[in-house]
């Protein structure tokens, strides 16, 4: 696609339950990066990926999170019983072989009441 | 570790007022640096960047940057802002030459254009 594509664009989800938000990166791009924005403060690294391997997970908070590329292409990210610090906006990014800069996609909001 | 430090949480200016806002990054090597826009409703986009050579670049919509290596800055500057430039502005900076690109950002800056 034209883009780095994120869907949903919103979700609100409930106290302990299972969210996934999926990515959709450019065309071509090998390398595809999850970052989490909160309130206020800049984008978080949370995984890169290379292909369909995690390269760099070394962002990821704890347990409950975990990502996936099996295809290398569309990635998922999981969220297993969300909690509401969780709540923030959640970007993906792509870049192309030999490339040094990241496009990033619109986000997902996830809100966790 | 890397850490970017951006000193202006919120800036208000008029339109024609020049305009800078400041970065330092803490890494003990050679670093690609950049600045990236979020406008009010969009995605983050980059505005320039920095790998090598002249340490003054220019980025899109009239912006510019200048990497000070002895003080680990590289503020960004425009002349004479539009009340478009009214946005959130981040710098980040990733290792030269590391495999992959993981950027660490900074805690962006808010800024207001009045028109």
């Known amino acids: 696609g034209a883009g780095v594509s994120q869907t949903p664009s919103n979700k609100v989800t409930e106290k302990g339950k299972y969210v996934e938000l999926r990515c959709d990166p450019i065309?071509?791009?090998?390398?595809l990066y999850w970052y989490r924005q909160s309130l206020g403060q800049g984008p978080e690294f949370l995984i890169y990926?290379?292909?369909?391997?995690?390269?760099?997970d070394s962002g990821l908070p704890n347990d409950r999170f975990f990502a996936v590329r099996p295809e290398g292409s569309v990635s998922t990210l999981k969220i297993q019983r969300t909690e509401r610090g969780d709540s923030a906006v959640y970007l993906c990014?792509?870049?192309?072989?030999?490339?040094?800069?990241?496009?990033f996609g619109a986000g997902s909001r996830l809100t966790v009441l | 570790a890397q850490s970017v430090s951006q000193h202006n949480h919120h800036v208000i200016l008029s339109e024609a007022a020049s305009l800078e806002l400041g970065c330092n990054y803490s890494?003990?090597?050679?670093?690609?640096l950049f600045w990236y826009v979020q406008y009010p409703g969009q995605h983050l986009q980059l505005l320039l960047k920095?790998?090598?050579?002249?340490?003054l670049v220019k980025g899109i919509k009239g912006f510019e940057a200048e990497f000070i290596n002895s003080k680990f800055s590289f503020n960004l500057r425009k002349p004479s802002v539009q009340w478009s430039d009214t946005a959130e502005y981040f710098c980040?900076?990733?290792?030269?030459?590391?495999?992959?690109?993981?950027?660490?950002f900074g805690g962006g800056t808010r800024v207001l254009v009045k028109p």
């Open positions: 990014a792509s870049s192309s072989p030999g490339a040094n800069v990241l496009t």
């Open positions: 065309s071509g791009h090998t390398a």
């Open positions: 990926f290379q292909g369909t391997g995690a390269a760099d």
């Open positions: 890494y003990g090597g050679t670093v690609n």
């Open positions: 920095y790998f090598s050579g002249d340490p």
């Open positions: 980040a900076v990733n290792a030269y030459k590391a495999a992959g690109n993981k950027l660490t």
